[in-house]
C-alpha cells in the first residue's frame, strides 16, 4: 500500500473511533437523564418519610398598652407603681412610674369605667353593666363580685378607694355605691333616679359629694345664684342646671344643689374640708370656699377653656388646681379661681383624655392615647410601646 493509502485508512479509522466515543457519551447523558427523575422522586419521598422538619416559630408579643386601646381610669398606687383599665376588660400595671407595663386578666371583657386601690395589695374597677372586680393580692388574681343593679340601666363611671377598705362609686340611674370591706360588698345609698351621676368625693368624716348632669329645673322653688344667660334652654326657656349632691351623714339623707353651670359635671374634687372643685362639658368650673354650701360658677368666657373638662386633681406641687379634657387640652388654675392657664399637651397629640393621676410634678392620663406630663418642663410623653 502506498503512502497516501496507508493515510487514508488512517484517517478512516480515526473518524470511526470518534464516531463510537460520541456514541457512547450520548448514551450516558441519556441514561443519567432517565435515572434523574426517579432520583428525584425518591429523594422526596425519603425526605417526607424520614425527615421531620422543625418548625421555628417567632412569638408574636402583643404590647401591654396597644395604639387601638382606650384607657379610661387611672389609679396611682404607690411611687412607682400605676394602674390603669379600660375597654374591653383590659388592666395594665406599671411598676416603673409608667415607663413599661404588663397586662393582668380582670376575668372580664366588659369595658371598665374605672380604678383605684387601697394598697399595693388591694384594688377594684367598675365598669358597664355595673360590674365590678376587686384585687387582694395586687392583681395577681381578679375576681368579680356583685354589686346592687337597676333594672334599668347599670354603668358605674367612677371610684374613688378610702382609707379602712372603704370605697364610694356612681353611676347611671342615680347609682351611689358604698363598701367597707375593700370592695366584696356593697350597699346603695340613694334610692334610683334617672340621671347621670359622675363622680363622687368624700370631703371628711361625714361629708360625700357627688358632681351629676345638668337637668331642666322644676322641683325647685328657691332662686338659683346669678343670672346667666347660657343656663337657660335656648327653645324651651326653662332653666339649666348641673347638679351636685350633699351628705354630711354618710349617705343617708342627701341634698340637691343647683348650681349656675348649665353644662354636666365629669368630676369633683376638694383639697380641703373647705375648698373644692367641680369641672364639666364645654369647659364648666364651678368652685366653693364654704364646703359645698354655696357655689360660684366661672364659664369659658372667664377661664378660656372651651373644650370638656373631664378630671381635675389639685397638685401641690403647683399651688393649683389642674385640669384635663378634650381635644389635647389641660389647665391650671389658682385656688382663688383668679388665674386661669389654658394649655395644649402638646403641638401632635389632639386627642382626648378622661382621667389622670396625679402625683408630685407630673401626671399620667388616660383616653384616646396614655401619656405623662411633666409639669416643670411641661413636656408630653406617650406611654404606647
Known amino acids: 500500500m502506498n503512502v497516501a493509502g496507508q493515510n487514508l485508512a488512517e484517517n478512516n479509522m480515526s473518524d470511526s473511533a470518534g464516531t463510537i466515543e460520541k456514541t457512547a457519551s450520548q448514551k450516558f447523558v441519556a441514561l443519567v437523564l432517565s435515572i434523574m427523575p426517579w432520583a428525584i422522586v425518591g429523594v422526596l419521598l425519603y425526605a417526607g418519610l424520614f425527615i421531620k422538619p422543625t418548625p421555628v416559630i417567632e412569638q408574636v408579643v402583643p404590647h401591654a ?9 387611672a389609679a396611682h398606687v404607690n411611687d412607682d407603681t400605676y ?17 413599661t407595663w404588663a397586662v393582668q386578666d380582670s376575668t372580664i371583657e366588659t369595658h371598665i369605667q374605672d380604678i383605684d386601690s387601697w394598697d399595693e395589695q388591694h384594688a377594684v374597677a367598675v ?42 362609686a356612681v353611676g347611671e340611674m342615680g347609682m351611689i355605691l358604698r363598701t367597707t370591706d375593700y370592695g366584696n360588698t356593697w350597699e346603695r345609698l340613694r334610692e334610683e333616679e334617672d340621671i347621670f351621676m359622675n363622680d363622687i368625693v368624700r370631703v371628711d368624716e361625714n361629708t360625700i359629694m357627688v358632681s351629676a ?35 354630711v351623714d354618710n349617705g343617708q339623707t342627701w341634698e340637691t344643689i343647683y348650681t349656675d353651670s348649665p353644662n354636666s359635671f365629669t368630676a369633683i374634687k376638694f383639697r380641703n374640708a373647705q375648698d373644692g372643685v367641680a369641672v364639666g362639658l364645654a369647659g364648666a368650673i364651678v368652685a366653693t370656699r364654704d364646703g359645698g354650701n354655696t357655689w360660684t360658677f366661672y364659664g369659658s368666657k372667664v377661664s378660656g377653656m372651651t373644650e370638656h373638662l373631664m378630671d381635675v386633681a389639685w397638685s401641690e406641687e403647683l399651688n393649683e388646681w389642674v385640669g384635663i379634657g378634650n381635644k389635647g387640652k389641660w389647665m391650671t388654675f389658682s385656688p382663688d ?23 408630685g410634678d407630673g401626671f399620667i392620663a388616660v383616653g384616646e392615647t396614655e401619656g405623662y406630663m411633666d409639669l416643670k418642663t411641661k413636656t408630653w410623653t406617650l406611654l404606647h410601646e
Open 65 to 73: 398598652i396597644d395604639r387601638r386601646d382606650i384607657l379610661l381610669g
Open 83 to 99: 394602674l390603669a383599665a379600660g375597654n374591653y376588660g383590659k388592666i395594665v400595671i406599671s411598676e416603673d412610674k409608667g415607663h
Open 127 to 168: 365598669g358597664n353593666l355595673g360590674r365590678v372586680v376587686v384585687t387582694a393580692d395586687g392583681g395577681a388574681t381578679w375576681k368579680e363580685v356583685t354589686a346592687p343593679k337597676s333594672d334599668i340601666s347599670n354603668k358605674l363611671i367612677r371610684v374613688h378607694a378610702y382609707a379602712g377598705g372603704e370605697a364610694l
Open 213 to 247: 348632669e345638668a337637668r331642666e329645673v322644676t322641683e325647685y322653688d328657691g332662686e338659683l345664684a346669678g343670672e346667666n344667660e347660657e343656663v337657660l334652654d335656648a327653645t324651651t326657656g326653662a332653666r339649666i342646671s348641673a347638679r351636685i349632691y350633699k351628705s
Open 337 to 359: 379661681m383668679s388665674d386661669f392657664d389654658t394649655q395644649n399637651l402638646s403641638t401632635k397629640d389632639f386627642t382626648s383624655h378622661s382621667e389622670m393621676a396625679l402625683v
